[in-house]
């Protein structure tokens, strides 16, 4: 999508890092430079800011796709200044290197989502936001988007079997004919009736009427007021492409709106947040590392773990081969298989645990049973530590507002800097 102000041209290029097929990558290669050429052919155009805000992951093209755009900009359109504004969740990952890109002036990097909750929300109030928690809250919040994800459409299963059901108030999509198919094979453990009756249960197709997209505005303004806390399903939540977690709206929500929570997303989401200075509530919950794969005591001992029974698979016991030659200490025992693990010393078995990881594919069900697990402890117990809470949560508002207000400080401060044309309400369209 491409905006003009004055001599500004803005120009997203967020589609770039979908992983299109190699096709489509060219198409979009060649849209952008025509998009770029008509635009600086017809109007006096000084400034071009490419923004990366609300998209992330990338293959390894990405790069190279974008030195070669930038390249062909520069050729195209010699006098104008390339800007790029990107979501902070790149700097890590690409180690800085647009920043050092000879064709780029300056990188901007925000927080994007964070803005435009606190700018919508705290600034044009388009919605409320919650002023307090309260103890006498009963309803539970689970809202999601796109419901072909273990942790959409599983998860909502797992919980509406339980006695979360009576207090859930939730959204999900209704699928279309393909994303129907890639629901069923998530749930594949039902029956063709079960699923049906699921699917059946939403209210409208566009999730309930409660939440609109990208999760403002939402709808009556007690959704949140009245909620006791909430299970956020992000983005992600069983693909580990990167060491930082994508976070979105759907966890600034619930923190600006002063909620507790528990998160269905990436792994180490917990830490991340808390590196960032909030409160995650993890010291009131029964599996209190239920989103980190590296900790065996939630893996192989956990309380999930034990109703489900050992967690040793054949595709394990041959990844216990090769990370047991990796890992072999000259005090462990001589070919130790995993069926011999429990023969060995404690003492063995526990640095052993400490390391092994199994596929991050096998341990997805055992998380989600985690999250619901913690969230039937909290629906009976969370109230037992409202003092702490109203604190935490209070706290996580306030941080949040500092943080946001930084990033738009920053954002206003680069395009006074440069005397860029700016319109926030256009950015965040």
């Known amino acids: 999508m491409k905006k003009i ?50 998209e992330h992951g990338f293959d390894k093209s990405f790069l190279a796709n974008i030195e070669k755009l930038l390249q062909e ?4 359109s010699p006098y104008v200044e390339i800007f790029m504004i990107m979501n902070s969740w790149f700097r890590p990952v690409l180690s800085d290197q647009f920043a050092k890109n000879k064709n780029i002036k300056e990188v901007l990097y925000l927080d994007f989502f964070m803005i435009r909750v606190w ?21 539970i919040l689970f809202l999601t988007g796109q419901p072909s994800r273990s942790h959409r459409i599983r998860l909502l299963y797992k919980i509406l079997q339980t006695a979360l059901s009576d207090s859930l108030e939730w959204s999900l999509t209704i699928p279309d004919k393909i994303k129907f198919q890639e629901c069923r094979k998530l749930l594949d453990d039902i029956s063709d009736d079960e699923f049906s009756d699921l699917v059946n249960k939403q209210k409208s197709p566009d999730g309930n009427k409660i939440i609109g997209g990208g999760g403002i505005p939402y709808y009556g303004d ?137 596929p991050i594919e096998l341990i997805s069900d055992i998380r989600l049973d ?35 207000e930084e990033n738009f400080t920053n954002l206003i401060r680069f395009v006074e800097k440069h005397n860029i044309c700016f319109d926030i309400d256009i950015f965040f369209a």
């Open 119 to 139: 700018y919508y929300l705290a600034i044009k109030q388009i919605s409320s936001i919650a002023p307090s928690w309260k103890t006498s809250n009963k309803k």
């Open 222 to 358: 007690d959704l949140y007021d009245t909620a006791l806390f909430q299970i956020i399903s992000e983005t992600d939540f069983d693909r580990l492409y990167f060491d930082t977690p994508w976070i979105t709206e759907k966890t600034w929500l619930p923190i600006i709106n002063r909620r507790p929570f528990i998160i269905a997303g990436d792994f180490y989401t917990l830490d991340h947040l808390e590196d960032m200075g909030f409160n995650t509530f993890r010291e009131f919950l029964p599996v209190s590392n239920y989103d980190n794969p590296d900790r065996a005591e939630f893996l192989e001992y956990g309380s999930s773990a034990k109703r489900r029974g050992p967690i040793v698979t054949q595709t394990q016991k041959k990844q216990w081969k090769i990370f047991y030659s990796e890992m072999k200490d000259p005090d462990w025992p001589e070919d130790l298989s995993f069926d011999d693990a429990s023969n060995s010393s404690e003492e063995t078995l526990t640095d052993l645990m400490q390391h092994y990881v199994p």
């Open 73 to 76: 900009i520069k050729i195209q």
């Open 5 to 54: 102000l004055g001599d500004t041209l803005w120009l997203c290029i967020d589609s770039f890092v979908c992983n299109p097929p190699a096709e489509q990558q060219i198409f979009l290669h060649h849209d952008t430079l025509d998009q770029i050429r008509m635009t600086t052919e017809n109007t006096q155009i000084r400034f071009l800011i490419l923004t990366l805000c609300s």
């Open 370 to 404: 985690a999250i619901v697990e913690n969230a039937l402890f909290w629906k009976e117990n969370l109230k037992q530590y409202h003092v702490e809470i109203a604190r935490q949560v209070e706290e996580n508002h306030l941080r949040f507002m500092c943080l946001a």
